[in-house]
């Protein structure tokens, strides 16, 4: 009887439906109508070079991924067994790195690295494993945590090496944790765009980059859609095999309440945290640094030139740059905000009519959480052909971009803002129900007031994606309404020192804003957490009333 009216509920839905039916569904499915081609099939699957770039994605993303995981695990261990100073600020840095833009990291490794690294396979490799390094030091370290340290300790009683009781106890226990990480960084790297267009040689594509390349430099659209195709086809086979995979070695675990990591004891204990601390924190603050060292740096020593002419278009008098990086700077900023309101718009009604709908809102949350599943280039390129043709026609609309990055940061809003929404007690509703307010005015008093601090939230995780966003701007963005992320992959490709080094600096002032960002988020997250937890003491202080 205290139910949300059903037409108020559909009003809060209709807008998150009808948005990812024209943005994501409808450029889907002209996608797979377009490479629904038998001459344009034949011509790619029969190309022997297409098997190279699959084999390329598939082996580059496969070492990537073995990488990151066994270095992640020292640093995971680590974090979840001992108290140390300066634990929580390594946890951020290595958070701030995850969510940097790719360009940027491609950049911050581009300028760490030998020249004699410069556009290799090495340096791809690298900088996926430092970019995706947050995700197991994360999922694995939140599991490790957790874990009873009793037989750890009685086999090392029993004289058993460490190296041992890892093996033979601690690995099995984690194993489900450590397959969850390793899906999500194959994911991450086998559809890698950003990184391998600023790190790879020329003749260096993995798919994501490939389809880009057609479509865009050699028209070949059907071939670039066919290939688009083939990529969600190979997802889609991966995505099942882990999920059996995971179901197959999943265990029950008896996780207790997370207790406090002990500080270092023994000499040898405080030794191996401060190199393992140190090592870590050097990885997250070496590549960001020589951002900043690398557009401070000329030829002829430390100079800001590359600060200063940012706003000039001049490479030499009559030679023009093609690009303002100002403008650049003064595009991103435009379209980030206009995608962070579609974004927290669209993801507040989302996140309310999923939670008043309660069952039935679990197809829409499934479906808002697709984009994200699906790769930035695809979606990019399913706008592309689908809004290219009258009355339709909206690709050199100013909103297409922000809608692109809106779509893919709706997910995170709806996640930042839907358990809030959930905890909120329903006997408070019932007990304004019972002094006589109406379904609509209970809801609107006792549950909407609980959606603004996690708002906020989302609002930044939207800023910073679309700050970020490169593989749907590549295809999107027209000459003149270049973003950051483009701008700084146009400079760092062309030839001259003051070209490049002006690259680093937007890929610097890029790292600033989003690790700002994340630290808003960060001190948001708490404070929406200390509400929460005051929230709940008040729940229990009127149930006790009312008991």
């Known amino acids: 009887m205290n139910r949300l009216p059903g037409g108020l509920v559909g009003a809060l839905v209709i807008v998150p439906v009808a948005g990812l039916a024209i943005l994501y569904a409808w450029p889907f499915a002209t996608l797979v109508i377009e490479a629904v081609d038998k001459e344009s099939i034949r011509s790619v699957l029969g190309r022997s070079r297409t098997w190279s770039i699959v084999w390329f994605t598939t082996w580059q993303a496969v070492v990537s991924t073995l990488l990151t995981v066994i270095v992640g695990l020292v640093p995971a261990w680590v974090i979840a067994r001992f108290d140390f100073a300066g634990r929580r600020i390594l946890l951020g840095l290595l958070t701030a790195l995850f969510v940097l833009p790719t360009v940027v990291m491609g950049a911050a490794i581009l300028a760490l690295l030998p020249d004699t690294l410069d556009r290799t396979v090495w ?36 004289g058993a090496a460490p190296l041992v009781v890892f093996r033979e106890i601690t690995l099995p226990l984690i194993r489900p944790a450590v397959a969850a990480a390793a899906a999500i960084i194959f994911l991450f790297t086998f559809t890698s765009f950003g990184v391998i267009r600023v790190l790879g040689a020329p003749g260096t594509r993995t798919i994501e980059v490939e389809v880009w ?88 020593g430390w100079s800001v030139t590359a600060w200063t002419d940012l706003g000039s278009t001049e490479i030499r008098p009559g030679i023009t740059l093609g690009l303002n990086p100002l403008d650049a700077l003064a595009n991103s900023l435009q379209t980030t905000a206009w995608a962070t309101l579609f974004a927290t718009g669209v993801g507040a009604l989302a996140s309310l009519g999923i939670a008043a709908a309660r069952r039935a809102g679990r197809a829409l949350d499934a479906g808002l959480l697709l984009p994200i599943g699906t790769s930035a280039v695809t979606i990019g390129f399913g706008m592309l052909i689908t809004f290219d043709t009258a009355p339709y026609d909206w690709r050199s609309e100013w909103w297409i971009v922000p809608a692109g990055h809106a779509l893919v940061a709706v997910p995170f809003v709806v996640r930042s803002t839907l358990g809030v929404l959930r ?59 270049e973003t950051l992320p483009i701008a700084i992959e146009q400079l760092l490709a062309r030839t001259g020192s003051l070209l490049q080094a002006k690259g680093y600096a937007l890929a610097t002032i890029l790292a600033a804003a989003t690790v700002t960002l994340v630290i808003v988020i960060d001190r948001t997250g708490d404070l929406a957490g200390h509400s929460k937890a005051r929230s709940g003491t008040l729940d229990e202080r009127h149930a006790d009333a009312r008991r």
Do not use: C, Y
């Open 123 to 158: 340096a791809v490799l690298g900088a996926h494993v430092v970019f995706n390094l947050a995700v197991t030091v994360r999922a694995v370290g939140t599991v490790w945590e957790h874990l009873p340290a009793d037989m750890e300790d009685a086999a090392a009683t029993l």
């Open 423 to 481: 905890s909120v007690d329903p006997q408070l509703s019932l007990a304004a129900a019972t002094l006589g307010a109406a379904p609509t005015r209970a809801w609107r008093e006792v549950v909407v007031p609980h959606l603004w601090r996690p708002l906020a939230v989302g609002a930044a995780f939207a800023a910073a994606i679309s700050l970020g966003e490169f593989g749907a701007t590549s295809f999107l963005s027209r000459s003149g309404g």
């Open 213 to 300: 390349r057609r479509a865009t430099q050699l028209g070949q659209v059907d071939q670039a859609a066919v290939l688009a195709l083939l990529q969600l086809i190979i997802l889609g086979f991966l995505a099942i095999w882990s999920a059996r995979l995971a179901r197959r070695h999943s265990r029950a675990l008896e996780l207790r309440p997370l207790a406090r990591p002990q500080k270092p004891r023994t000499r040898r204990d405080k030794t191996v945290v401060s190199i393992i601390t140190g090592s870590t924190a050097l990885v997250a603050i070496a590549p960001l640094t020589a951002l900043v060292i690398k557009s401070l740096s000329t030829p002829s």
